[in-house]
């Protein structure tokens, strides 16, 4: 808003003031009209029509009457304006207060106004001081920027073309539109009021002009760095989030600076927010990361850069070593965890599927000790996987992303990778969690190398409390210990010895599959360290997935393996190549063997869906995808029905009827959704 303008409702609320809207039942306590309103001399009335102007109070609509009564008086009227020019001219008011020292908090329309006044000026000064103290103050941020503020400025420059001018509107319908309309990229519907308070594109534009200006990023920054110890005592000793959840606007105004990961923040004021932030409760945290899952991609991922640049720029500027963890550095772990509500932010924000979960049947927990528990290793073989408290309080895990915003692979951080002593972050995940932060509890920064490191670890315990219960028993049953899963097979008969002697220990005596496996070729000598247990697998794995054994197909498109539905082999005999694959991964043997994500999915309690399909089956994914979106007579254009066919293994066509009777029932308009469904399950069925 320029000067100009700002001079001409000043002008509007000097006139309401002294001479009313002309409305006898006007209710407006800030117009002569109202029957309630004190009068005020032309002095008191110019000084109340700046304060007027600047708390954006409601304008009174012009009652026809008044209008016909206002164009008589021209004359009287230029006179008094002349008298409010002379109260603003030499004895301005914003000369006199180019601080703004009376600005409490900040809305568009305040921000417009000083930027006007300095601008003018040619001195920042005031907006500083200004921007300063009001982002230094809890209780101020909390109320800038509110979307049950009134407005009545149009968009900023930087929004011209993407929202509809406003200057028609009355202040009560500008507050609404503001929130309906968002810029690009920003949330993909409008917020509910419970949820959040702060007019998110007011303060993208507003931050769009201050960041323009040299002098305000540096008040900015001093204002985060004077912010952020306070937000973190009021977080830890005072609770105050749960007395008042508009708290939560304090980071989500300070999170809109795009800036955040340039040099100047880095050192000492983002660290301090980023410390501040995890303070915040389990449940702030949840619905942060849903406000910013419905974000669009270019803010969630600035976000998601602005952390991950804070953790590589203080990995990089530390030297690590046994004594000096990075597990200990606050900035790394605190900048870390914050990265965690940009993550299920991201999972949110994409292809979820939250439902579709097998039924788990929850084991009878006995009170009898077990032996790990006589051993002192319960902590090391908890049951089931560690749930994430953010994970539980947003009902989303990481197996429910079908396609995040953005790919996991993403939040990998390769700097933090290098100098984690994953020993040691092993040992604080299965035992110190409650005083020692652990990078597993945060496993998607870390790298399958390390990831593999950390598996590495708990298979080689399991292996040794195997061998040290063997010999426990073996002593107490004065029996010759076996410590060791010893496997002898035959080269030309590798598969049918491998698959019949683990067949047998799974049915005799299962727990000899978690003993650490020796491997010996019948007719060579050699002592297995690792190499021949590594052959073994390889030699088992090619003629497993040999194409023309018969047990998988290969998708040359997608590069994938998946299960042949010709087959001759029965269940069992993919049950003990499971068994197989388990038994090298337990064992440290890393696998070529690539399946679609909607097996590893079902192999972690997930059912699968139709968007599984586009990378088992994309040929078939994109024919039912256009059979969903055709609009024209599907019954009449593509004459389909309920049978499908396939080729067997030796070429011959076999059919399948997806319902009873299918070959008699036409795919129409109605029933296409049937169809793919029945598809999918026909395919993962066989």
């Avoid at 073309?161 to 202040?171: A, I, L, N, P, R």
């Avoid at 909607?598 to 990378?615: A, E, H, N």
């Amino acid at each position: 808003m320029n000067r100009a303008a700002a001079k001409h409702l000043i002008e509007r609320y000097f006139r309401q003031l002294t001479e009313g809207c002309g409305n006898g039942d006007c209710t407006n306590e800030f117009c002569a009209s109202c029957c309630a309103f004190q009068p005020l001399d032309n002095n008191s009335a110019a000084a109340k029509a700046l304060e007027l102007f600047k708390i954006n109070a409601k304008l009174c609509n012009l009652h026809p009457s008044k209008k016909q009564s206002d164009t008589s008086r021209s004359d009287s009227s230029a006179n008094e304006n002349t008298h409010l020019d002379n109260k603003m001219s030499d004895a301005d008011y914003f000369t006199q207060k180019e601080d703004f020292s009376d600005v409490h908090y900040l809305t568009e329309n305040t921000v417009c106004m000083i930027l006007s006044f300095c601008e003018e000026e040619g001195d920042y000064s005031a907006l500083v001081h200004v921007i300063g103290r009001v982002f230094s103050s809890t209780e101020a941020l909390m109320k800038s920027f509110r979307r049950d503020e009134p407005t009545t400025s149009e968009p900023l420059d930087s929004d011209v073309g993407k929202h509809e001018k406003q200057s028609e509107q009355t202040s009560d319908q500008m507050g609404a539109s503001s929130v309906a309309a968002l810029p690009d990229g920003g949330p993909n519907e409008m917020f509910d009021p419970c949820e959040v308070t702060v007019d998110i594109c007011s303060v993208r534009r507003v931050y769009d002009r201050l960041l323009a200006i040299d002098q305000v990023e540096a008040a900015l920054v001093n204002a985060l760095i004077f912010l952020t110890p306070n937000v973190e005592l009021d977080l830890e000793y005072l609770d105050v989030y749960e007395t008042n959840p508009d708290y939560l606007n304090i980071f989500i105004i300070m999170m809109e600076n795009s800036n955040l990961h340039s040099p100047e923040y880095l050192e000492v004021a983002l660290p301090q927010f980023c410390k501040a932030m995890c303070k915040l409760p389990v449940t702030a945290l949840a619905r942060l990361s849903k406000l910013w899952s419905m974000y669009g991609l270019p803010h969630i991922r600035r976000m998601m850069e602005t952390f991950q640049q804070l953790i590589t720029f203080t990995v990089v500027s530390n030297e690590y070593d046994s004594e000096n963890l990075v597990n200990d550095d606050e900035t790394v772990v605190a900048a870390t965890q914050c990265l965690k509500v940009v993550f299920y932010a991201s999972i949110q924000g994409g292809d979820v599927d939250v439902g579709h979960s097998e039924d788990d049947e929850d084991d009878e927990e006995s009170d009898e000790l077990t032996l790990h528990e006589l051993l002192g290793e319960e902590q090391l073989y908890k049951k089931g996987p560690r749930v994430d408290p953010l994970e539980k309080e947003l009902s989303v895990r990481p197996i429910d992303s079908i396609k995040p915003l953005i790919p996991f692979e993403d939040f990998i951080n390769e700097s933090l990778n290098e100098v984690l002593e994953m020993d040691k972050d092993f040992t604080f995940f299965k035992v110190n969690a409650e005083t020692k932060f652990s990078f597993q509890s945060c496993p998607f920064i870390l790298s399958v190398i390390t990831k593999n490191q950390g598996l590495y670890y708990d298979n080689r315990i399991r292996m040794y409390s195997e061998r040290r219960l063997t010999a426990l028993y073996s002593m107490v049953q004065g029996q010759e210990p076996n410590p060791y899963l010893k496997l002898r097979v035959r080269r030309d008969h590798i598969i049918d010895d491998a698959l019949v002697r683990l067949e047998m220990i799974s049915m005799e005596n299962p727990s000899d599959l978690k003993k650490q496996l020796f491997v010996e070729f019948e007719g060579e000598q050699g002592v297995d360290e690792g190499g021949v247990s590594k052959e073994f697998f390889q030699l088992v794995l090619e003629e497993i997935f040999n194409p023309d054994i018969g047990m998988f197909t290969y998708d040359d498109e997608t590069k994938l393996f998946w299960f042949n539905s010709s087959s001759l082999e029965n269940e069992a005999q993919y049950t003990l190549v499971g068994l197989v694959l388990g038994l090298a991964i337990y064992n440290n043997c890393i696998l070529d063997v690539h399946f679609p994500m909607v097996v590893y999915r079902k192999l972690l309690g997930k059912k699968g869906t139709f968007l599984d399909l586009s990378d088992s089956h994309p040929d078939l994914y994109q024919s039912l995808k256009q059979l969903l979106e055709y609009t024209g007579n599907v019954e009449e254009d593509m004459a389909l029905t309920f049978q499908i066919s396939h080729t067997d293994l030796f070429g011959s066509p076999v059919l399948y009827d997806l319902k009873e009777q299918g070959e008699q029932i036409p795919v129409t308009q109605e029933n296409r959704q049937l169809k793919s469904c029945c598809n999918f399950i026909m395919m993962e069925g066989h």
